[in-house]
């Protein structure tokens, strides 16, 4: 779903943009621009993204639930409330310890 079914100006819960589904990792993108994007994210427990890089910094705002973040081969356990700065060309990857939601901030600029 596009960003441009929510409203600018307009209050939205972040927790609900995105609905967890059994086995599955699904999104939905807020915002999309040339200077970088925001992504909603849930994952259902133990659903995973496997190790890559990005060429750019990418913070991670987990709202819901808990995950292992690997960022360089090291594992970090995050819970709601929590966030982590994955740092451009260093690979990471990611498995939910629990359903967990989470918004992906990337600035390209």
Same mark, same amino acid.
């Given at each position: ?19 967890? +589904? ?5 999104? =939905?993108?807020?915002?999309? =621009?040339?200077?970088? *994007?925001?992504? *909603? ?5 133990? +659903? ?13 705002? %987990? $709202?819901?639930? *808990? %995950? ?7 594992? =970090?356990?995050? *819970? ?9 060309? %260093? $690979? ?12 992906? %901030?990337?600035? =390209?600029?």
């Amino acid at each position: 779903m596009a960003h441009d079914s929510l409203a600018k100006g307009t209050p939205f819960d972040i927790g609900g943009l995105t609905a967890y +589904q059994a086995g599955s990792v699904v999104s =939905r993108t807020i915002v999309d =621009r040339p200077a970088g *994007s925001v992504t *909603s994210f849930a994952f259902d427990e133990g +659903q995973a993204l496997s190790e890559h890089t990005a060429p750019y910094d990418a913070l991670v705002l %987990v $709202t819901d639930g *808990s %995950v292992e973040i690997a960022i360089g081969g090291e594992p =970090r356990k995050l *819970s709601a409330g929590q966030g982590i700065i994955m740092p451009a060309n %260093v $690979t990471h990857a990611l498995k939910a310890l629990t359903p967990f939601k989470m918004t992906l %901030v990337m600035i =390209r600029a």
